[in-house]
């Protein structure tokens, strides 16, 4: 079974839209680590925003929030007014204390497109 | 600058012709780590390095080997590189691993084509 599942191949959105890119895990740790990379056409991966398991807030970072729902397992990436640079290819990631402090499993991705 | 540098970005080859991607930070960084990400599969862990001389396996170590003999070089070799090889590699570094939030620096990726 997939550990990271991301439901959402493709998705469009409106300029100045917000956005919600799913995310949902599966795991048995009560401590873990959830992670948002972004890579944008060019290819290279950039780090968005960090939940960890204990944490009490959502996590945000500028125009970027993680609807994290914890009983659900749910770590959903908002972005709020989009732009024509948030096109892209996002990755969401676990990383299990568990099994390992280094080891992290990405999901398969969701492209976005902006529409201006 | 703060960077992870791999080289080459694109490279094709033949089936079986040994070919080493390298990987440089220059962030002191401890943890280094090679990825491989293929369509509707996302990233995939390949090797992991804590520290000089210490390396292990990821999820899909077969077919590669690497080393880390200074702590900012962590080579990526295939030594027999097959067809199922192909795929776009990505070298990444941290300070201490995924663990402590620490965010994690990816290098600009290289696409490699056996053929």
């Known amino acids: 079974a ?4 991301q439901t959402q191949p493709g998705m469009f959105v409106q300029e100045k839209e917000a956005v919600t890119l799913d995310c949902t895990y599966d795991t048995s740790d009560q401590s873990y680590g959830l992670f948002w990379y972004k890579q944008p056409s060019s290819g290279e991966m950039i780090f968005l925003i960090y939940q960890g ?3 009490e807030q959502n996590a ?13 397992k749910s770590a959903n990436l908002v972005i709020s007014a989009s732009q ?3 096109s892209a ?8 204390e568990q099994t390992s402090y280094d080891k992290v499993i990405f999901g398969p991705g969701t492209s976005l497109s902006v529409i201006p | 600058e703060a960077q992870v540098t791999q080289n080459p970005r694109y490279l094709i080859t033949v089936t079986g012709k040994k070919l080493t991607v390298t990987c440089s930070q220059n962030m002191n960084h401890e943890y280094m780590s090679w990825y491989r990400q293929d369509p ?22 077969e077919g590669y080997k690497v080393s880390r003999k200074e702590k900012r ?12 090889q192909t795929s ?14 620490s965010e994690a620096f990816f290098g600009q990726g290289t696409r490699l084509t056996v053929v």
Do not use: H
Request: net charge positive; aromatic share 14%; with cysteine.
């Open chain 1, 60 to 72: 945000t970072e500028g125009r970027y929030s993680l609807n994290f729902q914890k009983a659900r």
């Open chain 2, 40 to 61: 509707g599969l996302g990233l995939r862990q390949i090797y992991y390095s804590m520290n000089v001389e210490v390396t292990d396996k990821g999820d899909v170590p």
């Open chain 1, 2 to 5: 997939q550990k990271i599942t």
């Open chain 2, 73 to 84: 070089n962590f080579p990526l070799i295939l030594e027999s590189p097959s067809p199922n």
């Open chain 1, 84 to 86: 024509l640079g948030d």
């Open chain 2, 88 to 101: 776009l590699y990505f070298c990444a570094s941290s300070i201490t691993g995924w663990r402590l939030r």
């Open chain 1, 89 to 96: 290819m996002y990755f969401c990631a676990m990383r299990e």
């Open chain 1, 53 to 55: 398991s204990y944490d």
